[in-house]
Every structure is written in structure tokens, then in C-alpha cells.
């Protein structure tokens, strides 16, 4: 239907052909139905006058039968008979296809005519005229005249359907003919709409193909294959200065619009193309201006009609303005050669600053390693004369002194204690730098760690009448993280507090900050009521040898390297250092450290008391042979005091291949190595000393000046037990001479 409409609508002539042949379908079936209704009011008028002739005739008939042969009467009973006879005939061919009902009306009226020539034939013969046979002659006749009736009334109901069909079609052809008539006036109203929209639609798209044209700034044209006519559109020629029309386009004329070298190109693509052997046309060429100039253009096209043989008759395409964009590329070219230029002239200078960045790198290494190698020896030569001074000065303790001489001997110990903080603070800061600083990970227990940092701060502020605090959040018992470095920083803090606080307290807080994947970020606070900070002075702590101003610096003294180790230590254990001060009312500085949490207790050490083990060395070790192997004579002097002080004996080796040789004569129950010594250092003679059957299992300790993680690792791989570093604590050597006898009982 939607196809037909669209045909019709596209179609006008087509639409009035359609109109007018349904027009006199229409006109023919009214004529039609007109005639048929005639000839049935004709037909129906036909039986009416037939029925009245043969009820006339029913009427003679019985007058006639019923008065004939009488006397005196012109009626004969015959002709009565014939006419009653005749009548029903006619009544029952009138009505014959008319009835459908069984038996049919034709049947009755015959039995009815019969019953009336039966009584009327009985009458007859019997002579009489009783009333009583008249009466039922009388009812046979009006039963007959009865029939007559309805075989009329019959006729007539048949008129009446006729009439009422013929209505009912004529409605029906009518109300077809309008319906007719206004899907005609439809389909002219949507041919009309339609031809308007499709003119619209045209006329945009038109439109829009001509702003399309206009904005591609491209020449068309169209090549007529067969008579060779050659149409473009204006911008094919104001591309090139000319006004449309001004050339002669013809296929002859080319030669002179067309730069030679790049005439055949383009004739051997376009042939190309004709022939089948490429999807279509496309060559850069130079064609000629109106001002005599070679302007670049870029030819395209293709064949765009075929013969019903595939012969090409028509050939389309464009014609666009590529100057520029070649003179670009020229341009470019010409920058690509310079900067190829400048890229190899670049490249010699990359490989020669390469070369210098190597040459610097090594240089930087060396130096790294001059340095680490000058930190190293510069520990080791300040630890040797600093375990003399503190040495020294723990003998001359033991001797009898004037109070002067004591408190003398007590600043000398506090000096070189101070001084020993500083180095290690230098050493540190130097590790840190050199990215050398490893952050170990243990089990331990939180709450050791602060008895142990009390114990070595409590005194202190004690001294300066402070009141200490501690306050900790409930922690998991075990954790795992670097219990020295952590211990440092408590203690870099808590220095700092009490040197800064005059009266009032000292408070260390530790408060859990968040807690996932099996660690603990822990906040540990150290608060105090003292000189306060500064904005200013804020800023600039945590920096290497920064402090709050150089006033502070004289007064209180230090050397502004704890803090700027705190922080690296922090970032180390994935934490962060801070501070937050109001100047005359205290400071708070805390930091952070992310430690894992641990789900056993730490293997407890063995457990030694430092104060009582010179006793105990005295008492249950007196005697044992002891072999120190120490090249300097100061600290040979000064380790061996400490030594004999414990009731023990000694024996002394000036360098390692004394010490193997000491081995090799008698059994000790324990060995002090020092690391650098001259002839054998100790690392090999502890090899050497290894190898003696009766030496597996002695203790042997590295008593050395090299105080680096590197070298306490060492001695440790190279088969020594423990490791001390110089200036050598006295109770701290007694603990583990106290330690490793015990051990090397079991």
C-alpha cells in the first residue's frame, strides 16, 4: 500500500488514470443495480397481476361449479371446474420459486382444489341443496381464496426484500463512492504535500551541496567520455586567477595549462584507471596561472557512468590547492636536512657529555668511596685515642683522688661522652646520605623499649628536678621494627627536652594512629614546658646542623644533627617527623614509624645484670685465661685494666699472628680481637684460629675502633661471636665477657 501511495504521489498522471477508471467502475455498477431493481419491481408486479387474475378466476370457478347445471342457471359445473383448476396452476406457478418450505404452497392450493371439486362433486349428485354441505363448500373456497392471499402477501414480501436490497446496495455503492472520492482527495492532498516536501528537500539539499562545493574550496569537473566535453565547476578556475569561462578547456588545449614534466603523469594515471588497473585517478601536477605562475594542484577522479556493455562514458572528480601544503614540505624538507644536521651535531655532544657524566660518575664513586673509606678510618682513628680518654678515665676512677680530682675525672668522662654522641651523629648523618642506613626488622616488646630509654633518660631529669610521664595506648605486646633506631630517636627528643626545660615536665606519648595489613603506625610525642619555638625557628629545625638561632646554640649547645637524623629515620621506618611550639610555654616533637605486629613474643635475651656482673665475673670466672690481641699500647693498657679488674687472666698479642701463635701454645676460655692490626689483621687470624680443633666453640670477640653495621656484619660472617665498639664501656664489657663465659659452660 505504502509503495502504491508513493508511486501515485510520485505520479500524477497515473493518480487521474486510477481516478477516473474507478469512476466508471462506479457509474457502471449503479446502472447495473438500477436495471437488476427494475427488472425485479417488473417481475414482482408480473406474479402480482397474476395472482389477482387467478383469484378472479377462483371466484368464477366456484360460482360457476357451485351454481351450474342448475335450473334456470347460464353456469355449467364444468367450466367452474376448469377455472378452479386453471386458477390454482396459476397461483402455484407464480409462487413456484418463490417457496422453499416443504410441502410447497403450489401443493396446498392443488389439495385444496381438489377438496373443493370433491365437495362439489358430491353435492352435485346428491341433488340437495343442504345447508350444511353449502357451509363446508363455502370454508373449502375461502381456505383456497386463503392461499390466494398468502401467495400474494408472499409476492408482495418479495417486492419488499427486493426494494430494501436495492437500498442497501446503493448505500453501499454510495458510501463506496465517497470513500472513493475522499482517499482521492487524500492522495491528491499527499501528492500535492509530498511534491512540496520532496521540492524542499531539494532545494536544501542543494543548497547544502553547494555550501558543501563552496567550503571544500575544490574544483569539480566532469569529463564526457564520448563527446569529450569538459564541464567544471567557477572555483576550477578561480583557483588558478582565472574568471569562469575564460578558458578553453578542450581536450587539445591541456598541453598549455599543464606543466610538461607533469603531463604524461597525469595521462597515465587517468588511462590507468579507464583501463581497470587502478580504483581511480590521482596526480599532483603544475598548472598555469593567469599570472604565468606554476601553481601545484592535486587531480583526482573517477569514472562515475557505464555503458550496459561496462564501457566508461562519464568521468568525475576535483581538483584541489596543494601549493602551500608543497611548499610546506619543501620548507620542511629543507628544516629536516638542518635539523638531521643539528641532530648529529646534538648526538656528538650527548655521546661527549655522556662520556664527561661517566667519567664524573666514576669520579663521584670514587669519591663516595674515599669518603666512606675516609669516614671509616676517621672513626676508627678517633675511637682509638676516644677509648684511651674514656678508658683512662675509668682506671684513674678507681684510684684514690681528692674530691677536685674526681669531679675533674667526672667532666673529662661527660666531655668524652658528648663528644662520642657527636661522632655518631656525623656517622649516621653520613650513612643516611649515602644511602647506606638499613632499618632492621626484630621482635620486641614496646614496653622494654621505654623501661630501657627511662633508665638511661629518668636520671637526667631527675638531676634538673623534672617530673618524666609516660603515656602509651593499649599496643600489641610484640611488634617488629629496629629497636636501637627507635631507641635513638626517643632519646634524641627526650634530650633535647630536658636540655631545653628549666622546671616543670617532661612527657613521652605513644598513641596508636592506625592499624591494617598486620602493622601499626605508631605516634610517639615527646612534650615538655620549656623555652618554646618560634614560627621562624620551626621551619628551619630538621635540617643538618640547624638550630632554633645561634644564641640557643651557645647557651645550650649541640649540633643540630639529631633531628635531621630523626626525620630520616622516620621516612625510613615509612613515618614523618613534626613539631608544634608556642614560644616561653613548650614544644611538642613527634614522629611516626610504621611497625609490623608481631604474633609470638620475641625470644628473650639471656639476662644479665649490668651492675652486678664485674661481681659476678669476680666470682664465678676468677682466673680464666683471656687472649687480647691489641696493637696499641694505651688501649692495650686500658683493656687489660678492665680485664684484671674482673679477676681474670690476660694475655697480651701486638697483631694477629701473635694472637694465632698464643692459640696454638695454650687454651683461653675466650678471645679479644681487634679488627686493624698490623703483620695480620683480626678477621684472619680469627680464621686461622677456627681452624684449631680445641677453638670451635671459644668465644672470640671483635674489640674494635671500626664502629659501622658493615663491620660489626664482617666480624660477625667471619666466624666471631659478638662485636664491641671503641671507646669500650666498662660495664658493657663486663656483660659480655659475663655473657659468652657462661654461654661457652653449657
Not at 414480501?157 to 487524500?186: D, H, K, P, V
Not at 695454650?666 to 679479644?672: D, N, V, W
Request: hydrophobic share 40%.
Amino acid at each position: 500500500m505504502r509503495t502504491l501511495r508513493t508511486r501515485l504521489t510520485r505520479r500524477p498522471h497515473l493518480l487521474l488514470a486510477v481516478t477516473m477508471s474507478v469512476a466508471v467502475l462506479i457509474a457502471t455498477a449503479l446502472v447495473w443495480l438500477y436495471a437488476e431493481q427494475q427488472r425485479d419491481l417488473a417481475d414482482v408486479n408480473r406474479r402480482l397481476e397474476s395472482v389477482r387474475r387467478a383469484r378472479t378466476e377462483l371466484a368464477k370457478g366456484f360460482l360457476y361449479a357451485s351454481l351450474g347445471d342448475a335450473d334456470g342457471s347460464p353456469f355449467r359445473s364444468e367450466q367452474g371446474l376448469a377455472l378452479l383448476r386453471q386458477a390454482a396452476s396459476s397461483l402455484a406457478a407464480t409462487v413456484s420459486d418463490l417457496e422453499t418450505r416443504a410441502p410447497t404452497l403450489a401443493d396446498e392450493l392443488h389439495r385444496e382444489v381438489q377438496h373443493l371439486e370433491a365437495l362439489l362433486t358430491d353435492w352435485r349428485h346428491r341433488g340437495s341443496r343442504e345447508p350444511q354441505r353449502e357451509v363446508g363448500m363455502l370454508i373449502a373456497y375461502h381456505d383456497l381464496e386463503r392461499q390466494a392471499t398468502h401467495v400474494d402477501g408472499v409476492i408482495r414480501e418479495r417486492g419488499r426484500l427486493l426494494a430494501a436490497r436495492f437500498e442497501r446496495n446503493f448505500q453501499l455503492a454510495t458510501a463506496s463512492a465517497l470513500l472513493f472520492i475522499t482517499g482521492i482527495i487524500s492522495l491528491a492532498y499527499l501528492s500535492m504535500r509530498a511534491r512540496h516536501q520532496a521540492e524542499q528537500l531539494e532545494q536544501a539539499a542543494r543548497a547544502r551541496y553547494e555550501r558543501v562545493i563552496e567550503g571544500s574550496d575544490q574544483g569539480f569537473w566532469d569529463w564526457n567520455l564520448q563527446t569529450h566535453v569538459f564541464d567544471v565547476s567557477d572555483r576550477f578556475e578561480t583557483m588558478l586567477g582565472y574568471t569562469p569561462g575564460e578558458r578553453d578547456l578542450s581536450e587539445k588545449n591541456w598541453p598549455r595549462y599543464v606543466h610538461p614534466d607533469d603531463l604524461a603523469a597525469n595521462a597515465r594515471s587517468i588511462e590507468a584507471h579507464l583501463q581497470g588497473l587502478r580504483p581511480r585517478h590521482e596526480a599532483e601536477l603544475r598548472c598555469l596561472t593567469k599570472s604565468g605562475e606554476w601553481h601545484w594542484i592535486l587531480s583526482r577522479g573517477k569514472v562515475v557512468e557505464r555503458d550496459a556493455a561496462g564501457q566508461p562514458l562519464t568521468m568525475s572528480g576535483t581538483h584541489t590547492d596543494i601549493n602551500e601544503h608543497k611548499r610546506l614540505v619543501t620548507e620542511l624538507g629543507r628544516h629536516r636536512h638542518h635539523l638531521q644536521e643539528l641532530v648529529e651535531e646534538r648526538t656528538s655532544q650527548i655521546e661527549e657529555l655522556n662520556r664527561q657524566l661517566e667519567r664524573r660518575s666514576v669520579q663521584a664513586e670514587a669519591a663516595n668511596q674515599a669518603k666512606s673509606t675516609f669516614l671509616a678510618t676517621m672513626s676508627h682513628e678517633i675511637r682509638t685515642p676516644m677509648n684511651a680518654i674514656v678508658g683512662l678515665t675509668h682506671i684513674l676512677r678507681k684510684e684514690p683522688a681528692s674530691p677536685r680530682q674526681h669531679e675533674l675525672l667526672d667532666r673529662i668522662g661527660h666531655a668524652a661522652a658528648h663528644l662520642l654522641e657527636i661522632i655518631n651523629d656525623i656517622l649516621d648523618l653520613s650513612k643516611v646520605e649515602a644511602g647506606k642506613l638499613v632499618i632492621e626488622q626484630v621482635g620486641f616488646r614496646l614496653a622494654d623499649l621505654l623501661a630501657s630509654v627511662s633508665s638511661q633518660i629518668g636520671e637526667k631529669a631527675r638531676a634538673k628536678g623534672l617530673d618524666y610521664r609516660v603515656d602509651i595506648d593499649p599496643l600489641p605486646e610484640t611488634l617488629h621494627g629496629d629497636v636501637t633506631r627507635l631507641t635513638q630517636m626517643l632519646l634524641n627528643y627526650l634530650s633535647n627536652a630536658i636540655k631545653f626545660t628549666e622546671r616543670g615536665h617532661v612527657q613521652l606519648t605513644v598513641r596508636r594512629e592506625e592499624e591494617r595489613d598486620g602493622q601499626v603506625l605508631l605516634r610517639f610525642s615527646v612534650s615538655d614546658t620549656g623555652i618554646g619555638l618560634t614560627p621562624e625557628q620551626q621551619a628551619r629545625l630538621f635540617n643538618a646542623f640547624e638550630q632554633a638561632d645561634g644564641s640557643t646554640t651557645r647557651r645550650y649547645g649541640g649540633t643540630g644533627l639529631g633531628l635531621a637524623i630523626n626525620r630520616h629515620l622516620a621516612r625510613l621506618m615509612a613515618g614523618e617527623t613534626g613539631v608544634s611550639s608556642t614560644i616561653g610555654s613548650g614544644s611538642t616533637f613527634w614522629f611516626t614509624a610504621r611497625l609490623g605486629i608481631g604474633h609470638t613474643a620475641p625470644i628473650p635475651a639471656d639476662e644479665i645484670d649490668l651492675e652486678n656482673a664485674l661481681d659476678t665475673l669476680r666470682t664465678r670466672h676468677a682466673g680464666a685465661k683471656i687472649l687480647l690481641a691489641e696493637d696499641e699500647q694505651v688501649n692495650q693498657l686500658v683493656a687489660s685494666e678492665m680485664l684484671t679488674d674482673a679477676g681474670l687472666a690476660v694475655d697480651t698479642a701486638t697483631n694477629g699472628a701473635e694472637a694465632v701463635a698464643f692459640a696454638q701454645r695454650a687454651p683461653y676460655a675466650l678471645i679479644l680481637l681487634d679488627m686493624q692490626m698490623p703483620v695480620m689483621d683480626g678477621l684472619a687470624a680469627c680464621h686461622l684460629i677456627r681452624q684449631l680443633p680445641e677453638y670451635h666453640d671459644t668465644p672470640i670477640i671483635a674489640l674494635t675502633a671500626n664502629a659501622f653495621r658493615e663491620d660489626r656484619e664482617r666480624c660477625l660472617a667471619g666466624g666471631m661471636n659478638d662485636f664491641l665498639s671503641k671507646p669500650v664501656d666498662p660495664t658493657r664489657l663486663h656483660a659480655c665477657l659475663l655473657h659468652w663465659l657462661e654461654h661457652s659452660k653449657h
